[in-house]
């Protein structure tokens, strides 16, 4: 395109120019950005200004300085360059090139300016929510991306959820047909509209992929107003899309000329909430139409973006016309991204030009300090941006040498997912943290309510062990979210035996440290139940540093996985209290695990066989389904006043009726019966109860008569209630790492129990239904006369 308009314009080659380099006045400059002031830089005839931009982070990053430009300004001309257009059509020799953007005292992570990644066949294809405001430019940025370029083949999903899409000039101009289907652009693109029914979308484009259509990313493109969160939630938490689909990501696209009137329009009203979230959940912003407002405007513009939202990149373009790969590689959901951006590269955000802001990510080692947005920017635009600067904010919580225990963060993991209105509204929050017995940085990610927590690369074996943790947010309590926080802080546990004086590996004959450091102890342990394998850690302290260190952990997986098929469980608990757990945990969060299940009361009411006379053993098949049920047993700790009973049951089905059930369209499905004994208070007999439950799945009209989604309403088929000697007031809490269903029965009596919820086939309670053919509950039970039944949850009061 450039060479083109270049022989268009009848112009003959351009002479290189070679400009000063400087920084806008607003930006704080660490010392390694400052001494770039001033840097000749020469502009080859041929580049473009982003060409431009990306010369000069490299400039940077060879001088050990961290800059990501936004925009190129020329003082003569009062202008942002527009990035497609030719850097010698805005600049002259001698001028100076001034850049506003992102700087820091250190090259950020290669990942996030390094080569774009290429999908590889085989591997799940990345989603981006691509969302803004109305007028922003989304459908001429759609336009070019289908029928612009050539270099990535996209399918892009309209996410309009009205009886007329508003973006439907996409469509008219295209001719790309009906709604919901896919169509195939020239440039091997696929476009499809959704009215309501996103899933449907994604089996129809996989649908499409499977006749060969290979595709290198997906966007889902919101409507105007459109919160991103739910769709974020859809795909994180839908099983059978994420074996075909990843998240990528989300970009937010903005109007240079319009967004600060846009932020002041509604105050306080839920479009205004809404615009800033848009803001502050982007991992990517678009600043469109920078060509038509003065630099100072958009250095305006960018500044309270930067007030939002502190950490996404910010990419200046005019008229939609911007490279494929800036719509990509986002890395916003990637375990080893966010782990690589928490590294100490020497300082967070620090220069965005704000008092007070930046997230300050490389704190001191006790840093727990607030990085909100500061004092007021004082740009004199009607919109009031003080008006925010105490609801929209952000902080730190960095220390080292503490870590946390596994099941304890998971604990707390539920609790911000579900902070209270009051309490603050949590728009993002990431961080690596070290956790006790594993070797592992423990990474977490929140985008609302969505989180996830897994392993990340190992620590290095010079890098101080600590956490990292930064929340984002509206109205934030901080005093009550880092009160909690800090309670599961603990210090790193120091060997019994110091390696100094440990006996060293490389010895011609095996001996106890030998057998312990290579891992073998595991192997040999790895059928012992759990209490064995505590009690040879407490035979000596060869053995006791190597069950509980960092690494033993890894030794027992690696155990497991070379030891054991895919079909067998990574841990079991039975009925007699017995333990197989250390396959999924490490030793000290068995220890929690079983703490929290004595002192929550639980018992297990499995289904008993031939095999199990007292009931089958719970039967975990991966860390997450340990990870459930441990979570579990610490809530019901916090809530336990002894007046409770709490039952761990399994509604069941025979495979082949469950198989029955998904095969034929619109057919229902009942579980076998679960038995509950409940003995009376007093131990008289007589007044003992028995109560039996099932679980029933009946087909479900969907209220969407354009939708592809087949719906179940789950109802609670509550037998012989009626002849129970006192009424129960009953919840019921699915333990599941994928899903959460609680239903409150207020009355046993009710023989049948519609729930509000409603399934559809791609829910993972149905995916989960599919692989294993049982529901597991937790069943708390209390008499009516004794008072109401605590909720363990907001949302099941």
Known sequence: QVHERQRGSGLGPRAMVEVALAFHSSLKLPPS??????????????????????????????????????????????????????????????????????????????????????????????????????????????????????????????????????????????????????????????????RGDLLGAFDAIRKQMETGNQLDAVLVETTGMADPVPIVRTLRQTPDIAKYFQ????????????????????????????????????????????????????????????????????????????????????????????????????????GHGHDGHGHGDHCGEDCHEDHGHGDGHGHGHAHDPSRHDNDIGSFSIVRLGVEVEWLAFARWVRVIATLPEEQGNLYRSKGVLAAAGSSAKLVFHAVSDVTEVQNGPNWGPDEPRGIKIVFIGRKLNRKIIEERFLTLLQPIKASLRPISLAPGPAVARPNLASLAAGGQLHWAL??????????????SSIFRDALFAPEAKGHFQSAATGALSKTSPRGLHTVEGALWLHAALPLVSIRSYWQAFRTAGVTLKTSCSGEFLFGEPLRYDSIA???????????????????????????????????????VGGSATNSALVKLDIEDPSGDSDLDDVLRFRVNLNPEENADAQSSMTMHRMSLQLVGGRGATRPYAIFFHTIDPTYQVHIN???????????????????????????????????????????????MCGCCG
Not at 86 to 99: I, K, N, Q
Not at 310 to 329: E, Q, Y
Not at 526 to 533: A, F, H, I, P
Not at 633 to 662: A, H, Y
């Open 33 to 194: 950005v400052k001494e770039l002031e001033g840097t000749s830089v020469k502009l080859e005839p041929t580049w473009t200004i982003r060409d431009a931009a990306l010369a000069i982070e490299r400039i940077a990053a060879e001088r050990k300085a961290g800059v990501q430009v936004c925009a190129l300004l020329n003082p003569k001309r009062g202008r942002a360059a527009p990035p497609h257009e030719l850097a010698t059509e805005h600049f002259s020799s001698g001028d100076r090139v001034v850049v506003l953007g992102d700087v820091q005292p250190a090259p950020w992570p290669s990942l996030e300016n390094g080569a774009v990644k290429t999908r590889t066949p085989g591997s799940p294809v990345p989603i981006t929510i691509f969302t803004g405001f109305l007028g922003a430019g989304k459908t001429t940025v759609l336009n070019h991306l289908l029928l612009g370029q050539r270099d990535k083949k996209f399918a892009v999903i309209e996410n309009e959820f009205g009886e007329v899409p508003i973006d439907n000039e996409l469509l008219q101009q295209n001719a790309l047909g009906m709604a919901e289907q896919v169509v195939v652009m020239e440039n091997g693109c696929m476009c499809c509209t959704v």
């Open 247 to 350: 998240l990528d990501g989300t970009i937010t696209l903005v109007d240079a000329k319009t967004l600060l009137a846009r932020l002041g329009e509604y105050a306080e009203g839920a479009q205004d909430q809404e615009r800033h979230r848009q803001i502050s959940f982007a991992d990517r912003i678009l600043l469109n139409k920078v060509d038509i407002v003065t630099d100072e405007n958009v250095a305006e513009v960018w500044r309270m973006i930067r007030s939002y939202n502190a950490t996404a990149r910010i990419i200046a373009t005019v008229k939609g016309v911007l490279p494929a790969a800036d719509l990509t590689n986002l890395g916003a959901f990637d375990i080893n991204h966010i782990a690589l951006e928490h590294e100490d590269h020497g300082g967070g955000h620090g």
């Open 526 to 539: 790895l059928g012992c139940w759990s209490k064995d394998v505590f009690r040879v850690s407490q035979t």
């Open 625 to 663: 389904d340990v990870e459930a049920a441990g979570v579990m047993w610490l809530e019901l700790c916090e809530i336990n006043k002894g007046d409770t009973l709490n039952f761990v049951v399994e509604f069941k089905w025979r495979p082949e009726t469950m198989q029955s059930f998904f095969d």
């Open 745 to 791: 029965v207020p009355d046993n009596r009710i023989p049948i129990f519609p729930t509000r919820e409603v399934f559809h086939q791609w829910h993972p309670l149905m995916a989960g239904l599919k692989q294993r053919p049982r529901l597991r509950f937790l069943i708390r039970l209390k008499p009516l006369e004794f008072g109401p039944l605590d909720a």
